[in-house]
């Protein structure tokens, strides 16, 4: 049925569709070249600023200036627009409210061959603006066939990718040599290592800093406990070594870690040292960075959400509670504590803070809570032992101080785990559900 058919039987006609527009992608060097803003209100401000951004000498013609223009390098013409305000220009923008002056303007580019971007209408003229994502050097522009609304939300969507280091926006490495240069001096100054405090295991808790620069990096040295899930979202191109370390069993020594570390730096390559929680609690992110710093390498400390108070709160625990718990205390218990070089005062321990977080534990529990016991903290304060925390495998087995030990054992329960240890245990029962949306260990 036609338009004029179905006007004629008093249906309504379908408006006419235009076709997407399929421009042609193009990054103009505006750098020292004039451009000409129409129109000086909220709009015409923001083309003006991202004029000068690109380097454009930019004039502004409008009877009137957003306050916004006040300080900005631009040469005005305080007055309506007239024919001939384009002379010269290579770029011009028509931003003002009245559609007659912005399809003068535009009609006035068409006759100069000038490219110019309406503002009210952007079909209505020879060029557009997309969606623009910025993150360093780095420029995506987005179309979406003329829709701007589903471009603004692509073009948000990737600007965040890139914040968060989800969407790597790594150079090609390495970089070309400069006049002059050999290609191994030229990379050895860029190199450095980044101390990644990963979180407690769930990918979803490393830091956005974090993230990005793992993204960036030519080679990551992962830890066992580290989100290890991150690493197959790295490209074909990045290095990836285990130093993985579990009771017993070392991929790499210290020293080995210390040495790779800073080799590959000094090669030019940027490393990520990917380690659990974060790197500066018993994490042995400090004797890293002191062997970067003594080489003469570049290194940054990026902290991490440890897991010494975020295992606890994913599977209801909080460490303090008002009325309940004003301290808290953290622990390693690698060791046996009556073995020698244990280092740490179980009796200060046991008589001080309202709660008690141990890492690294199950090997010497039964001796750790006999311990505890014998130097005063009672036998049946509550206990919670949360293995693979915020991971999927999570499980949480909740005891008292003087059955911990066997329930873990009949349970087997293992590494990695954190335990818990006070009255702020009792709330797990009601708060368990609190725990975030998205990926959950079982309890």
């Known amino acids: 049925m036609s338009a004029v058919s179905a006007e004629r039987s008093g249906q309504a006609a379908a408006p006419a569709r235009r076709d997407p527009w399929r421009g042609y992608p193009v990054e103009l060097d505006l750098r020292g070249r004039p451009a000409v803003v129409v129109g000086a209100g909220p709009t015409g401000l923001r083309r003006a600023r991202g004029l000068l951004a690109a380097g454009a000498r930019v004039t502004v013609v409008a009877p009137a200036l957003d306050p916004g223009f006040a300080g900005l390098p631009v040469t005005v013409r305080l007055r309506r627009y007239r024919a001939g305000d384009l002379a010269g220009a290579w770029l011009a923008h028509a931003a003002t409210g009245d559609v007659a002056v912005n399809a003068s303007v535009a009609a006035e580019a ?49 600007a965040a990718a890139l914040a968060d280091g989800s969407l790597a926006a790594r150079p090609a490495w390495p970089p070309a040599p400069a006049a002059g240069q050999a290609g191994a001096a030229a990379g050895a100054a860029a190199g450095w290592v980044a101390l990644i405090g990963g979180g407690p295991g769930d990918p979803g808790l490393i830091t956005v800093l974090g993230r990005r620069l793992l993204a960036e990096a030519d080679v ?103 009325g309940l718990a004003s301290d808290f205390a953290v622990a390693s218990a690698h060791l046996d504590p009556a073995g020698p070089g244990a280092g740490v005062d179980w009796g200060a321990l046991a008589a001080g803070p309202a709660t008690l977080v141990l890492l690294m534990a199950t090997a010497h529990l039964g001796r750790v809570a006999a311990e505890l016991i014998a130097r005063g903290r009672a036998a049946a304060t509550p206990v919670a032992v949360i293995s693979h925390g915020t991971l999927p495998a999570q499980r949480v087995l909740v005891s008292t101080l003087g059955s911990v030990a066997g329930a873990a054992a009949r349970e087997r329960i293992g590494p990695p785990a954190v335990v818990v240890i006070g009255e702020v245990v009792r709330l797990r029962e009601e708060l368990a559900g609190a725990r975030p949306a998205g990926r959950r260990g079982a309890a």
């Not at 068409?110 to 309406?118: A, E, L, M």
Request: proline share 6%; with cysteine.
């Open 110 to 158: 068409r006759r100069r061959g000038i490219w110019c971007v309406r503002a009210d209408d952007a079909g209505a003229s020879a060029a557009r603006l997309p969606a623009v994502a910025r993150h360093g050097e780095v420029t995506v522009a987005v179309t979406a066939g003329g829709d701007q609304r589903r471009s603004q939300r692509l073009g948000a969507a990737i």
């Open 220 to 322: 990551v040295v992962a830890d066992r406990l580290g989100p290890r899930a991150l690493l197959a979202e790295l490209g074909p191109d990045v290095e990836v070594i285990d130093a993985g370390k579990s009771p017993g069993a070392h991929a790499l020594t210290q020293d080995q870690i210390n040495e790779l570390l800073i080799a590959r730096a000094r090669a030019g390559l940027r490393v990520a040292r990917l380690k659990g929680g974060d790197p500066f609690t018993f994490g042995r992110g400090a004797e890293e960075a002191l062997a970067c710093r003594r080489a003469g390498i570049p290194v940054r400390v990026v902290p991490g959400v440890t897991s010494a108070t975020a295992v606890p709160a994913w599977a209801g625990i909080p460490v303090t509670h008002r």
